[in-house]
């Protein structure tokens, strides 16, 4: 990839492969050289043998880092990049000397900044070998400068980004009118909550109307349904709304009164529809 991507053009669901990098020893070597980390696990074979490992083992952190350098080789952040403002990495499976591996990028979410010249994105990493085993995975956020200030300000306007205020709203308003949405909360008073990843919204409801909505409502919510970001963003990409086999396998979480929300599974049936609709993949 070699076009400059700004603000506009990470769009949620956005994938970009970052390609491939061989961990051979010379820069296993150079990392410990540079970073004191001088570990035997990953400069003596025999000691990695020794701890039961098949070979020495590539620094956590090198990896980590090499994403980075994947992305400005990649080319979309060539102009636009103006920070990174946070990042957090897991480590599922040991990578070892000479293995190769390969970066996938996926935008997560995005929201403009005031101004309109620049937002902040988020994206998560992954690293998968040669047989698309995920070994490592981390996400961050970063803000990006928009190709056109103006511009920016009125495509958020007309398509609000996943998942800003603007966003949260469209979707408030296609559930006040949805009459299956009503029908199916009519016998219940209480407040739904649902985790955009770091971000909540709540709906409190009387006899099938929304009476009130926002953060606040959700920290009294009757249950709580939450996923980080790429749960959502995988769960909008599927053909079909797949939320009760999302739940079952862990990549949604429910916490709260059981009860109710067993209760309200066709509720949230009809919200996962309307997220669905709005978060175009």
């Known amino acids: ?9 990470f769009t949620p669901g956005l994938r970009i492969d970052l390609g491939s990098v061989a961990f051979d020893q010379e820069k296993v070597l150079a990392f410990a050289e540079i970073t004191g980390d001088k570990h035997p696990l990953h400069v003596d074979e025999g000691k990695a043998k020794s701890l039961g490992f098949e070979k020495a ?13 994947r992305l400005v080789a990649a080319g979309p952040f060539s102009d636009s990049i103006v ?13 070892f000397v000479n293995d190769v591996v390969n970066y996938e990028l996926l935008i997560t979410s995005r929201r403009l900044l005031s101004k309109g010249d620049r937002g902040i994105i988020g994206r998560q990493f992954q690293v998968k070998n040669l047989a698309g085993e995920v070994l490592q995975e981390g996400s961050s956020t970063a803000v990006v400068l928009s190709r056109n200030a103006e511009g920016a300000i009125k495509l958020e306007a007309l398509n609000p980004s996943f998942p800003s205020a603007g966003w949260v709203s469209q979707l408030i308003e296609k559930l006040k009118v949805d009459k299956d949405f009503e029908e199916a ?9 649902f985790a955009f990843g770091d ?3 709540g709906i ?29 963003i995988e769960f909008v990409g599927r053909p079909r709304n797949e939320f009760i086999s999302f739940a079952m396998k862990d990549k949604f979480s429910v916490s709260g009164s059981t009860y109710d929300y067993l209760r309200m599974t066709k509720a949230t049936m009809l919200i996962m529809d309307h997220v669905r609709r709005l978060l175009i993949i």
């Open 199 to 201: 971000d909540l919204l």
């Open 1 to 9: 990839m070699t076009d400059d991507f700004f603000y506009e053009d």
């Open 204 to 232: 409190r409801l009387y006899k099938g109307k929304i009476i009130d909505q926002g953060r606040a409502v959700a920290s009294s919510a009757t249950f709580t349904v939450g996923a980080t970001l790429s749960s959502w």
């Open 185 to 193: 909360t009519s016998s219940f008073n209480g407040a739904i909550a």
């Open 57 to 69: 083992l590539v620094h956590g952190s090198l990896v980590s880092a090499a994403a980075i350098g």
């Open 83 to 95: 920070a990174m403002t946070d990042s957090s990495w897991q480590f599922m499976h040991p990578i």
